[in-house]
């Protein structure tokens, strides 16, 4: 049974970077045509896709973020990362992490971690 | 990007009442690359249907998806009491991938 696992810091300051880790249990990171997802929920509202990475290095990031957004990936740790730079008040959220089906433009996503909340207040 | 719509925002349905959840794109999805999940307060979402039409794995036979191009229909056939939670589609065919705005299915 995959499991996924977010982890970072709780609070980060405006204008700083966002980081956080996804460690994958359960099964290897590498096996399988899976890409994997970082997805956020502002509390009461809806969901957003950030972006997604495949075990070669390959990402696919939402638009609306790409400028900010970098997802990397470590193998040798079953690990996956967001970075998310230049934050303000508007990127508190839940951030979960997903793995993805790895359909052509996206993916649908099956397994998820339980969610992290990050708060951006000084 | 491609918009997705829910109707209605909430649902008052009964156990044992039949659902029904509707999802409607601003353009033609994909391949019919559409989801549905579940979202249990303080939980994360859970994958109900995948392709439009199939069921995850584990996910009861009383869910059932529905639909192509821009209309997509989620169908609880029979409401047992853990149903009652927030129900969001998600398009994949086209990137960004998107999220509808939710349904909440209350008990009546």
């Given at each position: 049974?995959?499991?996924?696992?977010?982890?970072?810091?709780g609070?980060?300051?405006?204008?700083?970077?966002?980081?956080?880790?996804?460690?994958?249990?359960?099964?290897?990171?590498?096996?399988?045509s899976?890409?994997?997802?970082?997805?956020?929920?502002?509390?009461?509202?809806?969901?957003?896709?950030?972006?997604?990475?495949?075990?070669s290095g390959?990402?696919?990031?939402?638009?609306?973020?790409?400028?900010?957004v970098?997802?990397?990936?470590?193998?040798?740790?079953?690990?996956?990362?967001?970075?998310?730079?230049?934050?303000?008040?508007?990127?508190?959220?839940?951030?979960?992490?997903?793995?993805?089906?790895?359909?052509?433009?996206?993916?649908?996503?099956?397994?998820?971690?339980?969610?992290?909340?990050?708060?951006?207040?000084? | 990007?491609?918009?997705?719509?829910?109707?209605?925002?909430?649902?008052?349905?009964?156990?044992?009442?039949?659902?029904?959840?509707?999802?409607?794109?601003?353009?033609?999805?994909?391949?019919?690359?559409?989801?549905?999940?579940?979202?249990?307060?303080?939980?994360?979402?859970?994958l109900?249907?995948?392709?439009?039409?199939?069921?995850?794995?584990?996910?009861?036979?009383?869910?059932?998806?529905?639909?192509?191009?821009?209309?997509?229909?989620?169908?609880?056939?029979?409401?047992?009491?853990?149903?009652?939670?927030?129900?969001?589609?998600?398009?994949?065919?086209?990137?960004?991938?998107?999220?509808?705005?939710?349904?909440?299915?209350?008990?009546?």
């Open positions: 049974q995959v499991q996924l696992q977010e982890s970072g810091p609070l980060v300051k405006p204008s700083q970077t966002l980081s956080l880790t996804c460690t994958v249990s359960g099964g290897s990171i590498s096996s399988g899976y890409y994997w997802s970082w997805i956020r929920q502002p509390a009461g509202k809806g969901l957003e896709w950030i972006g997604r990475i495949y075990t390959s990402t696919n990031y939402n638009p609306s973020l790409k400028s900010r970098t997802i990397s990936v470590d193998t040798s740790k079953n690990q996956f990362s967001l970075k998310l730079s230049s934050v303000t008040a508007a990127d508190t959220a839940v951030y979960y992490c997903a793995r993805d089906s790895g359909a052509a433009a996206g993916g649908s996503f099956d397994y998820w971690g339980q969610g992290t909340l990050v708060t951006v207040s000084s | 990007e491609i918009v997705l719509t829910q109707s209605p925002g909430t649902l008052s349905l009964s156990p044992g009442e039949r659902a029904t959840l509707s999802c409607r794109a601003s353009q033609s999805v994909s391949s019919s690359y559409l989801a549905w999940y579940q979202q249990k307060p303080g939980q994360a979402p859970r109900l249907i995948y392709g439009a039409s199939s069921r995850a794995t584990g996910i009861p036979d009383r869910f059932s998806g529905s639909g192509s191009g821009t209309d997509f229909t989620l169908t609880i056939s029979r409401l047992e009491p853990e149903d009652f939670a927030v129900y969001y589609c998600q398009q994949y065919g086209s990137s960004p991938s998107t999220f509808g705005q939710g349904t909440k299915l209350e008990i009546k």
